[in-house]
Structure formats: structure tokens, C-alpha cells
């Protein structure tokens, strides 16, 4: 079973080509002009075993927002048809992830509904070019477009950098766990489907 997609998105605000391999080994190339939300997406790709190719073309002159959505709404897309019907996979995953004083916890489950709830308690108004509210809509419009439910916490932690890159590694560790595959041809759901 292949699980690799190929997307684009091209709207007047950005213009985004994606490669996606769920069982990959953690490649990545991403360039989106936004160095942080491209340092925050490749410890996501990494840890979670994935493998990316991300180019995005955005309207920075505007500001941070269009393309951190709109490269997240990729992403979740490609996900989510990358998995397919479910069929095989654990579906839930939890991690924490520590980074210096900062721990994330992370839980994610697979289940066709999705909803986030996202607590990075982040200060500073941005990291880098990136504003610190985008990165909390970047996990949410993640699990929106991979219909997936997720929970992100930062448990602890002083510097924004350590806590947004806590919870990323977490996301990914987690995400790694929910779409392994367990050996069987199952949708894990007693409805027999995922949706």
C-alpha cells in the first residue's frame, strides 16, 4: 500500500507544491520564506518519520498568515488522503517531548472528526517572521484538514522557541505513533468506518 500524495494550492495568496510519504525516513526540503515555520515543520517531518518536499510561493509582503495557514491545510490534506480509508492503522498516538526546561504533551486520535485544542501559552509576539498566534493556527488548521482530533499542551516552560519546538516534536512523535500501520487491513472504529 503506497501512502505518498502529491498536492498543490494555488489561490491569490499563496502557491504551494507538496510531496508527502508517510513511511518515509524523515526527509525534508521546505522552503516557505518563513524561517521558523519552516525550522517547526521539518522537526515535524523528522520526528515523525515522514518524508516532505514543501515549496510555497506566499504573500509576505502582507504578512505571516496566508502562507503558515495555507502550507498547514496542505499538509493536513495530504495526510488525510495519503491514509485513505484508515484501514491498518493504530489511529491514536500520545507523546511528550521535552526541549531544555519546556514539555509538550501531544494526543492525537485518527477518528474523522475533526477538533483541536491547541495551549502553547507562548508570550512574545513572534519567533522570527512568525507570529506566535499563527503557530497555534498552524496546529489547528492542521488537524482540521486531516480530520483528525488534537490536543496540544505545553505542560511547562520559559522561552517561547523551547515551547513551540517542544510541542512540534511532540505533535510528531504522536502523529508517527496514530499512523503506523498494526498489520491488519482494520478500520479501527466499532462503526466500521472513520468519519
Given amino acids: 500500500m503506497s501512502r505518498q500524495v502529491k498536492k498543490t494550492r494555488k489561490t491569490k495568496e499563496t502557491d504551494i507544491q507538496l510531496e508527502l510519504t508517510l513511511d518515509g525516513t524523515g526527509k525534508s526540503t521546505i522552503v516557505?520564506?518563513?524561517?521558523?515555520?519552516?525550522?517547526?515543520?521539518t522537526a515535524l517531518v523528522r520526528h515523525s518519520r515522514m518524508d516532505l518536499t514543501l515549496y510555497c510561493k506566499g504573500?509576505?509582503?502582507?504578512?505571516?498568515?496566508?502562507?503558515a495557514e495555507d502550507c498547514a491545510l496542505l499538509l493536513g490534506a495530504a495526510i488525510d488522503e495519503a491514509l485513505g480509508e484508515r484501514r491498518g492503522i493504530r489511529?491514536?498516538?500520545h507523546a511528550y517531548a521535552p526541549l531544555d526546561e519546556a514539555l509538550a504533551r501531544a494526543v492525537i486520535d485518527f477518528s474523522g472528526r475533526?477538533?483541536?485544542?491547541?495551549?502553547?501559552?507562548?508570550?512574545?509576539?513572534?519567533?522570527?517572521t512568525l507570529a506566535?498566534?499563527?503557530?497555534?493556527?498552524?496546529m489547528h488548521s492542521l488537524a482540521m484538514k486531516a480530520n483528525m482530533t488534537l490536543h496540544v499542551d505545553v505542560l511547562?516552560?520559559?522561552?517561547?522557541h523551547h515551547k513551540a519546538e517542544a510541542?512540534?516534536?511532540?505533535?510528531?512523535?504522536?502523529?508517527?505513533?496514530?499512523?503506523?500501520l498494526d498489520g491488519t487491513q482494520d478500520i479501527p472504529s466499532t462503526k466500521g468506518v472513520l468519519s
Fill in 132 to 138: 506566535c498566534e499563527n503557530i497555534t493556527h498552524v
Fill in 59 to 67: 504573500d509576505l509582503e502582507v504578512d505571516d498568515h496566508h502562507t
Fill in 32 to 41: 516557505t520564506g518563513i524561517g521558523f515555520l519552516d525550522h517547526m515543520l
Fill in 167 to 180: 510541542a512540534f516534536k511532540a505533535l510528531a512523535l504522536a502523529l508517527r505513533q496514530a499512523i503506523s
Fill in 114 to 128: 475533526p477538533h483541536a485544542e491547541i495551549h502553547l501559552g507562548l508570550v512574545r509576539e513572534q519567533i522570527g
Fill in 91 to 93: 489511529r491514536f498516538g
Fill in 156 to 160: 511547562r516552560g520559559q522561552n517561547d
